[in-house]
């Protein structure tokens, strides 16, 4: 069974990557590769469990790793390729460009310097994940779709969110047992991560709540990866609803109810709060004040039913999330706290892969790790934080002005779901390596490229 599912897998995914790769090469549709991206990303690591339970080969699973960078890197040549003159192509540099050049090159600079005790091979390997979103955002800096290249990304997004609910409800209704207890997913960590198999359920502790319940991952890599995923389809699926007839919006409801579905298995708290933050963001740019007076009462709400309706274990569950008194939220502020030291210790940062979750970082040297922000200031310093900070703050400003003012409809749906997922991705980012959950990450970041390339031509045609 391995082996078919395995066969399947490498037709699907090699078929894809050499159409994509084709239409690049031969067509000079280079911006083609983020439809790659987005059908291949979500099942990244299933699909390499599966590839690694079938033949147990780490060279076939070289190559399958390789290919989301190689696409990547074979559409920043066949870009330039068609752009032989590239010293003469016409770069106008926004806020957004200026910060993301500042934080990468900050960061190759950190790679050159002897700054740290990581082995310089394991600097560069997270430099490269690092510089790929770069490149990601570069490339959509430089797409023009038009409304029906657009509309075929959302088509992959809707597809990503309702096969997500799908396989929930496989998992919960049908093999009452995680997906991945049999794709091999623990088999793959320990041999290829070497991440040992922990929990209840013989992956990790990331699969269950503190009651044992399961937290469903469906085709993600984690439950976590997959409830930050869900926002983007939830934030698609709004946008199109509130700008689609009524008589046609039906499927668009569909899209946000599966969302939520999969956030709720998921059993993810930051992600929960995340979309709170995401709906509030929402309502403050439609001016729909009438929306954040029922959030308020919806949360009036539920404070009484858990104080005075909930059981005895739920409440005292959400009463030490709020204090973080519960393992997962202590575990959380002891990661912040040894971050900040390691910031006040050493404002100009100790140098790459000494901080977060990636397999370059080793345990011996890692220092914190639960928040995106901490980690790039652990190993940047304060100036490579708040240069990313600034990067992903004027991608929603600039993702905004281009909501608001372009003519296009299409465009004016991808900005709004680039600002909107940025803004829902905040609290994850606070809790969690997130920048490592490459669908939401990657798609998102070239999004808000292509609303800043949008934004660079809605300046110059306003002049």
């Known amino acids: ?14 078929g894809g990557f050499l159409w994509t790769v084709q239409e690049m090469v031969f067509k000079g549709k280079w911006s083609y590769f983020i439809y790659f991206l987005a059908a291949f990303l979500p099942f990244y690591i299933t699909s390499l469990s599966v590839i690694y339970l079938a033949t147990t080969s780490t060279l076939i699973i070289a190559v399958f790793q390789a290919l989301k960078e190689l696409i990547v890197l074979i559409a920043i040549l066949v870009f330039i390729f068609y752009n032989r003159k590239i010293f003469e192509y016409p770069f106008r540099l926004q806020a957004t460009d200026w910060m993301m050049l500042g ?53 992959i997004i809707f597809i990503i969110a309702i096969g997500a609910f799908l396989v929930n409800l496989i998992e919960n209704f049908v093999l009452n047992a995680h997906l991945q207890q049999y794709t091999g997913y623990a088999l793959y960590n320990e041999a290829i991560n070497d991440i040992e198999p922990t929990g209840n359920f013989g992956l990790t502790w990331t699969f269950e709540t503190q009651a044992v319940t399961k937290r469903l991952a469906s085709f993600f890599s984690d439950p976590l990866e997959m409830a930050s995923s869900v926002l983007m389809g939830f934030a698609t699926g709004l946008i199109w609803f509130l700008t689609t007839k009524k008589e046609q919006n039906w499927f668009y409801i569909l899209i946000m109810l599966v969302s939520l579905g999969s956030l709720f298995f998921s059993a993810s708290r930051a992600a929960f709060g995340a979309f709170f933050v995401m709906i509030f963001f929402v309502a403050l740019v439609f001016g729909l004040y009438k929306l954040i007076a029922g959030g308020f009462l919806a949360l009036i ?39 900040l030291d390691s910031m006040v210790s050493s404002p100009l940062g100790i140098g790459l892969a000494m901080s977060g979750n990636a397999g370059s970082v080793t345990d011996e040297l890692r220092v914190g790790g639960e928040n995106q ?67 939401v990450a990657w798609i998102s970041w070239w999004m808000i490229g292509y609303s800043v390339n949008s934004y660079s031509r809605i300046r110059l045609y306003l002049k």
């Open 301 to 339: 709400g539920f404070g009484v039913y858990v104080i005075f309706f909930a059981s005895e274990d739920f409440y005292f569950f959400v009463l030490d999330t709020l204090t973080f008194e519960n393992t997962s939220s202590i575990g959380h502020v002891v990661e912040w706290l040894l971050s």
């Open 373 to 439: 922000f901490l980690i790039y200031g652990v190993q940047l310093g304060w100036i490579g934080m708040l240069l990313y900070i600034f990067a992903l703050a004027s991608g929603v400003v600039l993702s905004l002005r281009v909501f608001y003012q372009t003519e296009d409809k299409m465009i004016a749906r991808l900005a709004f779901v680039a600002a909107s997922v940025k803004v829902g991705l905040l609290l994850p980012l606070f809790t969690a390596n997130a920048e490592m959950y490459t669908y």
């Open 103 to 155: 934080f990468l090159g900050l960061a190759f600079l950190y790679l050159l310097l002897p700054i740290g005790q990581a082995s310089f091979v394991n600097k560069a390997l997270y430099f490269k994940s690092m510089l790929i979103p770069g490149f990601v955002y570069f490339l959509g800096r430089n797409t023009r779709f038009s409304d029906l290249e657009i509309k075929r990304l959302f088509g």
């Open 1 to 14: 069974m391995a082996l078919i599912f395995f066969l399947l897998i490498a037709i699907g995914v090699g």
